[in-house]
């Protein structure tokens, strides 16, 4: 566990120091570094040769990909070069089945095709750990994250291997979970997030109603027309390959206590519970306890992993397998995002 508890401000220290050894696939084109430990996530791979078209030969090993990433839960690909949304998204259809252009949930731009921005959150504040859309019937199973410019100073994406998280939740905290699952409320358009009509992507009523319906989500339309959804998903699912248990939600990104002092009671001051812009429960409507949720955010701070960004690197995720946050930073930062292969709780 003293190797799981790797942060940003040991990274650059024990970096230089990882364990080479060189891969033969395609006369070791690529070298094969192991982040400390070799069950340790991320794997990464770094040029064997210059100038190594990275794209081409994933597409041609991507079962060495796809084997490793189910192992490491992400892997981190550096020194490739890649720093256009045009190589991105070509390297990104090599590594994955299919890339999705659901881009409706979140505030994020479209830069090229398939790619995207990250999602707007303030600079200054960390986003929190979450394995992407997992309040959403439908959710990734992959996604790529690419560095076009590093911020001047933090802006990392922590990664947390989310089978230890589930592994190392207080017992009785996990069963409740487990049981009860997590009720997820959400109010569009109140002044804070996007409105029910950039979401959907619709100016239709009829048309939310239909979308809510197939996506297992339950609604109702306040009096000023403005929208409310709630929808109960599992806390824990297994991997659809492997069958190992992870720890998959975004309960600490909608709980009132995981936000810093003055949000919270920002919010509070100006909503009505009922009408927070978001808020989380246990699936049965009671409340979550806030030590519960403090707990469970300790147990990720333990867990996560940090390492610096450099322009062109790329780190593929398992988004069951991995949760990913960002890092408060300062100056410009320019990342590609690109999401891949449909999953929803039905198919599992």
């Given at each position: 566990?003293?190797?799981?508890?790797?942060?940003?401000?040991?990274?650059?220290?024990?970096?230089?120091?990882?364990?080479?050894?060189?891969?033969?696939?395609?006369?070791?084109?690529?070298?094969?570094?192991?982040?400390?430990?070799?069950?340790?996530l991320?794997?990464?791979?770094?040029?064997g040769?210059?100038?190594?078209?990275?794209?081409?030969?994933?597409?041609?090993?991507?079962?060495?990909?796809?084997?490793?990433l189910?192992?490491?839960?992400?892997?981190?690909?550096?020194?490739?070069?890649?720093t256009?949304?045009?190589?991105?998204?070509?390297?990104?259809?090599?590594?994955?089945?299919?890339?999705?252009?659901?881009?409706?949930?979140?505030?994020?731009?479209?830069?090229s095709?398939?790619?995207?921005?990250?999602?707007?959150?303030?600079?200054?504040?960390?986003l929190?750990w979450?394995?992407?859309?997992?309040?959403?019937?439908?959710?990734?199973?992959?996604?790529?994250?690419?560095?076009?410019?590093?911020?001047?100073?933090g802006?990392e994406?922590?990664?947390?291997?989310?089978?230890?998280?589930?592994?190392?939740?207080?017992?009785?905290?996990?069963?409740?979970f487990?049981?009860?699952?997590?009720?997820?409320?959400?109010?569009y358009?109140?002044?804070?997030?996007?409105?029910?009509?950039?979401?959907?992507?619709?100016?239709?009523?009829?048309?939310?109603?239909?979308?809510?319906?197939?996506?297992?989500?339950?609604?109702?339309?306040?009096?000023?027309?403005?929208?409310?959804?709630?929808?109960?998903?599992?806390?824990?699912?297994?991997?659809?390959?492997?069958?190992?248990?992870?720890?998959?939600?975004?309960?600490?990104?909608?709980?009132?206590?995981?936000?810093?002092?003055?949000?919270?009671?920002?919010?509070?001051?100006?909503?009505?519970?009922?009408?927070?812009?978001?808020?989380?429960f246990?699936?049965d409507?009671?409340?979550?306890?806030?030590?519960?949720?403090?707990?469970?955010?300790?147990?990720?701070?333990?867990?996560?992993?940090?390492f610096?960004?450099e322009?062109?690197?790329?780190l593929?995720?398992?988004?069951?397998?991995?949760?990913?946050?960002?890092?408060?930073?300062?100056?410009?930062?320019?990342?590609?995002?690109?999401?891949?292969?449909?999953?929803?709780?039905?198919?599992?």
């Amino acid at each position: 566990m003293k190797q799981l508890k790797t942060t940003n401000s040991n990274f650059q220290h024990k970096f230089p120091k990882i364990g080479r050894k060189s891969i033969n696939l395609q006369t070791e084109l690529i070298k094969i570094d192991n982040f400390g430990d070799e069950q340790t996530l991320p794997l990464v791979i770094k040029p064997g040769i210059p100038d190594i078209d990275i794209a081409d030969w994933a597409e041609t090993n991507r079962e060495f990909i796809d084997t490793n990433l189910i192992k490491y839960g992400a892997i981190l690909f550096k020194g490739f070069s890649i720093t256009t949304a045009a190589a991105f998204e070509r390297f990104g259809l090599a590594v994955c089945s299919e890339l999705f252009n659901e881009n409706g949930e979140h505030p994020r731009k479209t830069l090229s095709g398939k790619v995207y921005t990250p999602v707007f959150y303030p600079a200054e504040s960390k986003l929190l750990w979450h394995n992407e859309n997992s309040f959403n019937h439908r959710w990734p199973v992959k996604i790529l994250f690419g560095c076009c410019q590093p911020a001047q100073q933090g802006g990392e994406t922590p990664i947390v291997d989310s089978r230890m998280v589930f592994q190392l939740i207080e017992p009785k905290i996990r069963e409740k979970f487990v049981e009860k699952q997590i009720m997820y409320v959400r109010n569009y358009g109140n002044g804070l997030g996007l409105d029910w009509q950039t979401v959907f992507q619709t100016q239709s009523k009829a048309d939310v109603e239909k979308l809510c319906q197939h996506n297992l989500i339950d609604f109702e339309w306040k009096n000023d027309g403005r929208l409310r959804t709630i929808s109960i998903r599992p806390s824990v699912i297994k991997h659809p390959q492997t069958g190992e248990i992870s720890w998959f939600n975004q309960a600490q990104h909608w709980h009132l206590a995981c936000l810093d002092i003055q949000t919270r009671e920002s919010l509070i001051s100006s909503f009505k519970e009922e009408d927070l812009p978001r808020n989380c429960f246990y699936g049965d409507g009671t409340p979550i306890e806030d030590s519960t949720m403090l707990d469970i955010c300790a147990v990720y701070q333990r867990l996560e992993v940090c390492f610096p960004w450099e322009q062109g690197d790329i780190l593929l995720l398992d988004n069951v397998l991995t949760a990913h946050a960002r890092n408060p930073y300062v100056g410009e930062r320019k990342l590609f995002v690109a999401m891949s292969e449909l999953m929803s709780f039905s198919n599992l």
